[in-house]
């Protein structure tokens, strides 16, 4: 079955750098995109980044953008996530997400929508000294 | 920047209710609005997709509808196992997506 399963959490001092991992199964991993998604203890969702299923495009959060990189290696299947100068805001469990999609046409206009799913059972990143 | 507001943040319903929750972009979005449900310790779990459509599995007492700025999930009749959180998510701009606040569900 379709399986996203996260790794690399754990307790970093602010500053530090930590690396999440997603592996990915039941699934050609290569022909989607791919999220993170994270979720501060207590509080709501929020998109994190994401990356093109060939790593041609990376769009991220602007709380993240320039201290965090999505990566991915499709040859091993495995979707990353490397952090980097964290902050106490930025701990939250931390979801990687697939990209699921589909085209709808109508009257010769065609339009594709994606929505997060399946989701991994996330990773617990805490930020504290 | 699109926003995404949730109402109401919170509802007590009893089984057997009509639930309704509102989510209200900050631009036309067209239809490219989901909706996701969590549990708590849980990932989230897409219910609806491109605002009307059921996800595969999906209950059909769980309806959506809207386009452009207001979106509406419905469930029909509350079931015990649907207490939970709902949030809305806009997909229109493929470099930033934004969930809702959040709808929580709980017993009266």
């Known amino acids: 079955q379709v399986q996203l399963v996260e790794s690399g959490g754990g307790v970093v001092q602010p500053g530090r750098s930590l690396r999440l991992s997603c592996a990915a199964s039941?699934?050609?991993?290569?022909?989607?995109?791919m999220h993170w998604v994270r979720q501060a203890p207590g509080k709501g969702l929020e998109w994190v980044a994401v990356i093109w299923f060939d790593e041609t495009d990376k769009y991220y959060a602007d709380s993240v953008k320039g201290r965090f990189t999505i990566s991915r290696d499709n040859s091993k299947n495995t979707l990353y996530l490397q952090m980097n100068s964290l902050r106490g805001d930025d701990t939250a469990v931390y979801y990687c997400a697939r990209a699921d999609r589909r085209r709808f046409c109508s009257g010769g206009d065609c339009f594709d929508y994606n929505w997060f799913d399946p989701w991994g059972q996330g990773a617990l990143v805490t930020v504290s000294s | 920047d699109i926003q995404m507001t949730q109402s109401p943040s919170s509802l007590s319903a009893s089984i057997g209710d009509r639930v309704t929750i509102t989510c209200r972009a900050s631009?036309?979005?067209?239809?490219?609005l989901n909706w996701y449900q969590q549990k708590p310790g849980k990932a989230p779990r897409i219910l609806i997709y491109?605002?009307?459509n059921l996800e595969s599995g999906v209950p059909s007492r769980f309806s959506g509808s809207g386009s452009g700025t207001d979106f509406t999930l419905t469930i029909s009749s509350l079931q015990p196992e649907d207490f939970a959180t709902y949030y809305c998510?806009?997909?229109?701009?493929?470099?930033?997506?934004?969930f809702g606040p959040g709808t929580k569900v709980d017993v009266k």
């Open positions: 631009q036309s979005i067209g239809s490219y």
């Open positions: 039941g699934f050609s991993f290569s022909n989607y995109a």
């Open positions: 491109a605002a009307s």
């Open positions: 998510q806009q997909g229109f701009n493929t470099w930033g997506f934004t």
